[in-house]
């Protein structure tokens, strides 16, 4: 009972502050985020008809960051519904951003991040990251070689995850999936003048892979390696998230690209994931100072320090099974 409280205390100190926001902090700065992305994608576009190096290379450049912000912060929010607080529109924005830019299943997104994910997380056999672990791989191959690769294997593994869905779903996912694909390759060709199909094709991989090798460190950095809980006999809430998820600290690029609540507010984000990045950063110094007081953990960890833990233990934390923790005492 006492435990239980800990979570409403917590609970109400966070919504206080919710309830003290404006509508630009708790949509408009990531909106407008987004936004700055779509407007960034036309000059992109020109600069990469450039026949001079240096433009060229900041088209690309450009390119890639949009391409980041939109499919990887963007697809994250659109997940969580938190781009609109109508329903319909937040069903709208999740086909927008994880189907015709993510090249991925919206319904197996939301599937796999919400109810899995966000539901489950640390639980064995349910939200255990265990989906993002090749163990066939070796870990130089795993962590920097393979994510490069992530943009093609991407559409792939959204049309596996496609069996046995309804036929007009299906539909819609191949369709939204070919439109951005092809959209994205007939501007290359028709506004920034690529000759040939290998050059837009080696063009769309390049910038729609910036960014997935941290993408793949971050989605294992944060979790694997806590933790990890036996679904019979499951933690508290507050216990779950604050034993089974990491923060990592803030870097200018990561914050743009990623978004507060992937980076440097993933506690605060499993904590609430109904925040946006922007309020996620708000109420961060109001639940670390809360789960000090309360001696519950509130997980740190650079950036470098986890890449090196994970090379160096990566058969014990990417290829055998995680040992199950169990709190004792504490519930
Ligand atoms: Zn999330």
Not at 175 to 181: I, K, Q
Not at 284 to 298: D, I, M, Q
């Amino acid at each position: 009972m006492e435990k239980e409280s800990l979570m409403m205390e917590l609970t109400r100190l966070v919504q206080t502050i919710v309830k003290q926001s404006s509508w630009w902090e708790k949509r408009g700065v990531d909106c407008s985020i987004l936004a700055a992305a779509f407007l960034c994608l036309p000059p992109a576009f020109l600069l990469l008809s450039s026949p001079q190096l240096p433009l060229f290379s900041l088209g690309v450049v450009l390119m890639g960051v949009s391409h980041g912000v939109i499919t990887i912060k963007g697809t994250h929010l659109a997940s969580h519904g938190s781009l609109s607080e109508s329903q319909t529109w937040a069903k709208v924005w999740a086909v927008f951003f994880i189907e015709i830019c993510g090249s991925f299943s919206s319904r197996a997104g939301v599937q796999g991040h919400i109810k899995m994910h966000h539901a489950h997380t640390n639980i064995i056999g349910l939200g255990d990251s265990s989906v993002w672990k090749v163990p066939s791989l070796p870990r130089s191959i795993y962590l920097f070689i393979a994510p490069l690769f992530v943009p093609i294997i991407t559409p792939l593994v959204a049309i596996s995850h496609l069996k046995e869905q309804p036929l007009a779903h299906i539909a819609r996912t191949v369709l939204m999936v070919s439109l951005g694909l092809y959209s994205h390759y007939w501007l290359l060709i028709n506004v920034s003048g690529f000759q040939s199909t290998v050059g837009a094709l080696l063009c769309m991989l390049v910038c729609r892979g910036m960014f997935s090798m941290p993408y793949i460190h971050v989605n294992i950095f944060q979790h694997i390696g806590l933790p990890m809980f036996s679904p019979t006999s499951r933690p508290k809430r507050v216990y779950q998230m604050t034993n089974g998820v990491l923060n990592l600290p803030r870097n200018p690029v990561l914050d743009w690209i990623f978004g507060h609540s992937l980076i440097n507010c993933h506690v605060e984000h499993h904590l609430f994931p109904f925040l946006s990045d922007y309020m996620c950063l708000k109420v961060k110094p109001v639940v670390s100072k809360f789960l000090t007081e309360k001696k519950l953990p509130y997980q740190q960890d650079s950036y470098l320090s986890r890449l090196r833990l994970f090379y160096h233990k990566y058969q014990e934390l990417m290829v055998f099974a995680p040992p199950i923790t169990e709190l004792v005492g504490i519930q």
